[in-house]
């Protein structure tokens, strides 16, 4: 049995437990949780690998582990989650008709020259004071930790050398990308800064109303030498079909964030930042980016 969720993937979802007698509680647990895909395995009639009396009965940490909330598994009844999880059977037709797509990407090297981008640092470290935290612009109750970094959305003194550079660089990408050229409305662009277990959880670029003209996702990445920070990685993963619905795929592909190198790929792919360590925890010492979007007419 596999699991999907209406919304996006490795996230907070809040779980409501339904036992015999008319008791539930309610929880939040992530997708990726164990005990979760344990209690809908169990509702779906899966059978559990037991090996005892012990293994059929749920133990669920309470209150960062002050307590727990232990019950049979005979006493389940039910389970109600936000966002709804869809349960899909993956029968011998569900298999054959599973496509799998390697989702593209290019890394272009030394995308400025190096005064450009110490100029684009010093110009980073001196608007330091104006970067907005984006959790409480990106999380919901659903998606309490979808993301947390530092972003900068205005940059004109830097955005539009940027631009230019951007622009010039799109019939190539496009063509490594095996993407056909499309007439370009316009490019989203904002400074971003990843510091100390700074991160941004799976998922895509184009999946609203309001994003679904962008076709192609860029992040450049600069920062100080010698490199002030370890993690940040990107997470690209490749997609497959059910039910004629894209999903992320199990395998991926890691990409450093190479001082000095932009990545472009496609903006419906999957994909995560993986958490930042940046021991002195100085903004100076933050991962950055300027990143964005490529939208069609």
């Not at 979802?13 to 979760?36: D, M, R």
């Not at 960062?64 to 709804?84: D, I």
């Not at 999880?85 to 400025?112: M, R, V």
Request: net charge negative; glycine share 4%.
């Amino acid at each position: 049995m596999e699991f999907y969720l209406e919304a996006i993937a490795n996230q907070k979802v809040k779980v409501n437990i339904l036992l015999n007698g008319g008791h539930n509680y309610t929880i939040w647990l992530n997708t990726n949780s164990a005990i979760l895909h344990s209690l809908l395995a169990v509702i779906s009639g899966k059978p559990q690998q037991q090996t005892n009396v012990a293994t059929q009965w749920f133990h669920i940490p309470l209150e960062n582990g002050q307590a727990a909330l232990s019950f049979p598994q005979s006493s389940l009844v039910g389970v109600v989650t936000e966002p709804p999880l869809l349960l899909q059977k993956p029968d011998t037709e569900d298999l054959q008709g599973t496509n799998i797509l390697t989702s593209p990407f290019i890394q272009i090297d030394d995308f400025l020259s190096e005064a450009e981008k110490t100029q684009l640092i010093n110009y980073s470290l001196e608007k330091e004071s104006v970067f907005v935290d984006t959790a409480p612009l990106t999380n919901t109750s659903y998606h309490p930790d979808h993301r947390k970094s530092w972003v900068l959305y205005q940059f004109p003194e830097i955005s539009e050398i940027f631009l230019q550079r951007l622009r010039k660089a799109m019939p190539f990408v496009m063509s490594k990308l095996g993407m056909e050229l499309f007439p370009i409305s316009q490019i989203e662009v904002q400074l971003t800064a990843h510091n100390d277990n700074n991160y941004f959880r799976l998922h895509n670029d184009n999946g609203t109303p309001e994003t679904a003209t962008r076709e192609l996702t860029y992040s450049y990445y600069f920062y100080r030498e010698p490199k002030p920070f370890s993690g940040g990685q990107l997470i690209i993963y490749d997609r497959k079909t059910l039910n004629s619905t894209w999903y992320p795929s199990e395998s991926y592909h890691t990409i450093e964030p190479r001082n000095n190198s932009i990545v472009f790929f496609p903006s419906q792919c999957y994909h995560e930042v993986l958490p930042v360590t940046c021991v002195s925890k100085a903004f100076a010492d933050s991962r950055f980016t300027i990143n964005g979007w490529v939208r069609r007419f």
